[in-house]
């Protein structure tokens, strides 16, 4: 019996909401309640105030108000601190306790009033209890339990009492009251009914609103995070930069931009398959994030290359250290699936404010870095400097001029010989593409031929040149070849292909005295495309150089692959094949390969006579070089020819003589 009434008085604590919802309702309701008892008790303490006795009409009532205070004191102290929901629990559960003891504190003292006085002083004690009763319904109704509690407390010895005393009056306003309250209870029932509900709804929304916020910060964690390697993605990239930029400008603070590229990717995912190439991004990845202690904030701007915010980067000594141990923590081998990829990073950066005060400015600075470190220092960091500044410049420039020149009149070609090994006769020509501009004057090609890919107009190029080309090779003897440079994008464009076809037909020159040649980077940018184009040319008669052979990532894996006549072998490895043994091994090797795969060997950059003797005996078909001569016009060219045909069978050493 004990444990079920103590069941029935508990608190249900199983229902955090409901809980703070209630505690927050009485903290406005109770403090109301326990005024309206205390100005009540202060009436009917005043009407029996010359009836009753002392204890009865001042001391009584005063305890009872002085308990109300103390009560009235602890919620508004609790009215603007959040408890936490055992707290919370507690304070309702002590409002069932303390009702309880207030209510029947209450009931027996204005019972005990009732023998003194007149008749009014009773009906004013029927009626201090019957508001009291309603006023318990109504404030206590978000606490079923205590509501109920206290009005049972009141109201049954309210009843009981008035219908003990015989009088009509009397026996009439406790049947009155108790009819009464019965409808009070339902209400009170179906209202914490209402309650309860709208609180299990308020519950459900707020998870609703819950889950929808969860999936709106999922959706911007996914609109900003690379999926591949949880790094922050190149548009969080772009906020976090403006950002802390903002933040570097407002505090004086210093920052870094870098981007990094690894060098050598695409041939390992080319090799070993998408799924090596991932792990290898996802591994890079995880190496740049351990670097985030040191302030380094690492995002994935697509592909192979990836951004970096540095704070505090101000000092380039600093920042030097850091960068080249970020090159070295991506340089060191990857170890997939039992295959051991390796790569290299070049990395550019640039520093707040020297290389410039705004978002657009820095990156771009960071991407010249990058394209000098790919350029000139591969594998390596490069810091933006004032020199780099005055390049960009000057590179700007040039791409102005480029785009605003008139190329049919501005560029020219000059011609290089190329010899057989055997006879030492000029052959034919390399033809070398220059350019001559009224405001910048002579610009050599390794500026303006990138200047020209940059700006789109690498095609329009070659077309002229070829043109032109071909204009002064009609001029030679029959049989006379001409080698012509392709860039990447000719290669990769069948609609160049058809345009240098047509050049040539309308020409009237020989295809079969005619060699395109490229690089093999050039064919690695997209090699199915490229060979399929390389095929027509070849079967319109025209041969197929592989230029700069020995310097690309896998040159042997695409020699097999397309339709070659002719291997140039790089400069770099005859400069000093005089005098080590390797290179000519190495060069031996080549020509051997050449052979077994029916090529034409070509060396070029031949400068002295021991070089050239040493290359005739390794068996080198064609050789090209300063000291066979340097590029020359047109009518020099006519009057080198014209000087060998009068050698008269001479070798070309006294034909040059």
């Known amino acids: 019996m004990f444990r079920r009434l103590r069941a029935f008085l508990a608190v249900d604590a199983e229902n955090p909401e409901l809980i703070r919802a209630q505690q927050t309702a009485f903290t406005r309701q109770i403090p109301l309640l326990y005024v309206m008892l205390m100005v009540n008790a202060v009436a009917l303490a005043a009407t029996h105030f010359h009836y009753a006795p002392l204890y009865l009409t001042v001391y009584s009532p005063l305890l009872l108000c002085i308990g109300c205070c103390i009560r009235i004191h602890g919620w508004w102290l609790s009215r603007r601190e959040t408890a936490d929901h055992n707290e919370a629990v507690k304070q309702l559960q002590s409002i069932v306790y303390v009702g309880m003891a207030i209510g029947i504190g209450f009931t027996v003292w204005s019972l005990s009033l009732f023998p003194y006085g007149d008749a009014y002083t009773k009906t004013h004690v029927a ?4 508001i009291t009763v309603i006023g318990c319904i109504f404030c206590l109704m978000h606490l079923r339990t205590v509501a109920l509690v206290i009005t049972a407390v009141v109201l049954l010895p309210f009843t009981l009492f008035f219908l003990w005393t015989g009088h009509p009056v009397f026996i009439a306003i406790a049947t009155n009251m108790a009819i009464v309250t019965i409808p009070l209870v339902y209400i009170l ?8 509900e709208l609180i299990e709804s308020q519950k459900a929304l707020l998870s609703k609103q819950a889950e929808m916020q969860a999936l709106s910060d999922e959706n911007q964690r996914l609109a900003n995070i690379d999926s591949l390697t949880e790094l922050p993605n190149r548009r969080n990239f772009r906020t976090e930069f403006v950002r802390r930029l903002q933040n570097a400008s407002d505090q004086g603070r210093g920052l870094a931009v870098g981007i990094v590229d690894l060098d050598g990717f695409k041939p390992v995912n080319d090799a070993f398959g998408h799924s090596i190439g991932d792990k290898l991004l996802m591994e ?4 740049l994030m351990a670097f985030s202690e040191y302030g380094v904030f690492a995002a994935r701007l697509g592909g192979d290359e990836f951004g970096l915010l540095i704070e505090g980067g101000e000092r380039d000594i600093d920042l030097r250290t850091l960068a080249d141990r970020i090159c070295y923590a991506l340089h060191q081998p990857y170890y997939i699936k039992g295959i051991t990829a390796k790569v290299s990073a070049s990395l550019g950066l640039v ?13 771009e600075c960071a991407d010249f870095a990058l394209y000098h470190a790919k350029q000139n220092a591969r594998g390596q960091a490069v810091i933006f400097s004032t020199e780099h500044a005055h390049q960009i410049t000057r590179r700007s420039r040039i791409d102005q001029e480029l785009k605003n020149a008139d190329l049919e009149k501005e560029l020219s070609v000059l011609f ?6 055997e006879t030492l006769t000029i052959i034919g020509f390399e033809a070398l593409a220059r350019w001559d501009n009224i405001a910048l004057g002579r610009v050599t090609p390794d500026i303006f031929i990138p200047a020209a890919e940059r700006n789109g107009l690498m095609s329009h190029l070659t077309l002229i040149l070829l043109e032109k ?3 002064a090779a009609k001029l030679w003897p029959d049989g006379t070849r001409l080698s012509f440079n392709l860039s990447a994008r000719d290669i990769v ?29 050039s064919v690695m940018t997209s090699f199915d495309l490229a060979s399929t184009n390389l095929t027509r040319l070849m079967n319109n008669g025209i041969g197929i150089a592989l230029d700069d052979f020995g310097t690309g990532q896998s040159s042997l894996g695409y020699v097999h692959r397309l339709p070659l006549r002719k291997i140039k072998v790089d400069r770099s490895f005859i400069t000093d094949i005089d005098t080590n043994g390797l290179s000519r091994n190495i060069i031996r090797t080549i020509v051997d390969l050449c052979r077994n795969i029916d090529c034409v060997c070509v060396i070029e950059g031949m400068e002295t006579e021991e070089q ?8 080198c078909a064609i050789m090209q070089g300063y000291y066979f001569g340097r590029p020359m016009t047109l009518d020099e060219t006519l009057v080198r020819l014209q000087d060998q045909r009068k050698a008269d069978g001479g070798n070309f050493a006294a034909a040059v003589a």
């Open 127 to 130: 009626f201090f209890m019957a």
């Open 189 to 196: 029932l179906k209202h914490y009914d209402v309650f309860t």
């Open 493 to 521: 464009s069948p609609s160049t292909v058809d345009s240098l076809l047509s050049i040539i037909a309308k020409s009237g020159f020989n295809p079969a005295n005619l060699d395109f040649e490229l690089t093999e980077t």
């Open 469 to 471: 080309a071909l204009e």
């Open 284 to 287: 890079a990845a995880r190496r």
């Open 351 to 363: 520093s707040y404010p020297e290389g410039g005060d705004n978002a657009v400015q820095l990156f």
């Open 612 to 619: 050239v003797t040493i290359l005739r005996t390794l068996g």
């Open 416 to 421: 290089q010989p190329f010899v057989d090994s």
